[in-house]
């Protein structure tokens, strides 16, 4: 079994690897064109687009990797049944458990590294494309596309943000609202509020205060002015990307510290956790999946097979990013939640295990 291992696993890595440049390419090209527009108006250089794609592509590909492993478990099981390499080995004796180890071998491997790479890697090669994105490509995208958030800074004020960078630390279309007895008395608007590091606060940009007064409202304005927002730019951060900048280790510490807060945020970073732990084991999932459907050899071929399996995989993606979403708005245990698309459908590979080889 060890040189049918040798086999397997050369076939295997070896067309996971052309599969991977050919994906990595169709996505660059795609990616390019609907992107091309913000890079001729910020008037960016080759090299300027050339380091944000060497940033982004290994987030993209690390996103996608399971369905990249699932083709490629398809393709070569369906290869191997096809020259009837597969009856050929189980007339050996060997048992269709231990033919399935054999796939698994280079699945584990690339397990391994995916969950390595996604827990630590790849965040801080997110820092450099988001941060991009936030300068080159977030300010020319649609008003539907903008952060709207809302704050309370204590009992009697109130703040709104029309749009958060966290990066930048900077918020734009700014209202600053004061109540007294439930009624409106002061409302500063300003264009923009930037955190002064060294002053640890935060400076309104273009400013316009109206106080509401009994014969009528005093209008003032200037360029900047120093508020007493009592917020952390932390606090504020509320960019669904923030916690992929984050690895495994810092996520834990964040998680920590939003709790001792009472922060209300704590679930989309709970939520990235989670998924950090179990995405990895989709590629076990689905390469299971792929060789239970592409390992019959069938007098129609494999057609049939493979878009079945086909269809289960993207199922199971699907109800991935649902449970993702849901998640983040719940309440309930966000790991159990995250979990359910591995448990479903690892019932659901014991079931096809007992069923298919018959």
């Excluded at 409202?217 to 200037?222: D, L, Q």
């Amino acid at each position: 079994m060890k040189i049918i291992d040798k086999y397997i696993c050369k076939r295997f890595l070896t067309l996971f690897f052309f599969i991977s440049i050919l994906a990595m390419f169709l996505f660059f090209i795609f990616d390019y064109m609907q992107k091309s527009d913000y890079f001729f108006i910020n008037h960016l250089s080759k090299k300027e687009i050339f380091d944000y794609y060497k940033a982004y592509v290994p987030y993209m590909f690390n996103f996608i990797i399971p369905v990249i492993i699932f083709v490629t478990t398809i393709f070569t099981t369906s290869q191997l049944a096809k020259r009837s390499e597969i009856l050929a080995i189980l007339g050996t004796g060997t048992t269709y458990g231990r033919l399935l180890f054999s796939f698994l071998k280079p699945a584990i491997l690339l397990t391994a590294l995916s969950f390595y790479v996604n827990g630590w890697t790849i965040a801080r090669n997110n820092e450099k494309w988001i941060a991009f994105e936030e300068r080159y490509i977030d300010d020319y995208q649609s008003d539907e596309k903008k952060n709207n958030l809302h704050f309370k800074i204590n009992d009697d004020r109130y703040i709104t943000i029309g749009q958060y960078k966290s990066l930048q630390k900077v918020g734009r279309r700014i209202l600053l609202d004061t109540f007294q007895n439930n009624e409106l008395q002061t409302r500063i608007s300003a264009e923009k509020m930037v955190y002064d590091e060294e002053k640890d606060e935060w400076i309104l940009h273009n400013w316009t205060q109206r106080e509401l007064q009994k014969d009528g409202e005093n209008i003032t304005s200037g360029k900047t002015l120093a508020s007493n927002i009592i917020l952390k730019p932390d606090d504020i951060s509320m960019d669904p990307r923030l916690q992929e900048m984050l690895t495994l280790t810092e996520l834990h510490e964040h998680i920590a510290t939003l709790k001792e807060q009472g922060s209300q945020n704590v679930n989309l970073f709970q939520v990235e956790r989670d998924i950090k732990y179990m995405s990895p084991f989709a590629i076990i999932i689905l390469t299971i999946i792929g060789v239970l459907f592409a390992s019959r050899k069938s007098r129609m071929g494999n057609t049939i097979q493979i878009i079945i399996g086909c269809v289960f995989a993207f199922v199971y993606i699907g109800l991935l990013l649902f449970v993702k979403s849901v998640a983040t708005f719940t309440q309930t245990n966000t790991t159990l939640l995250i979990w359910v698309p591995n448990i479903v459908f690892l019932l659901i590979t014991c079931i096809l295990y007992k069923v298919v080889p018959r």
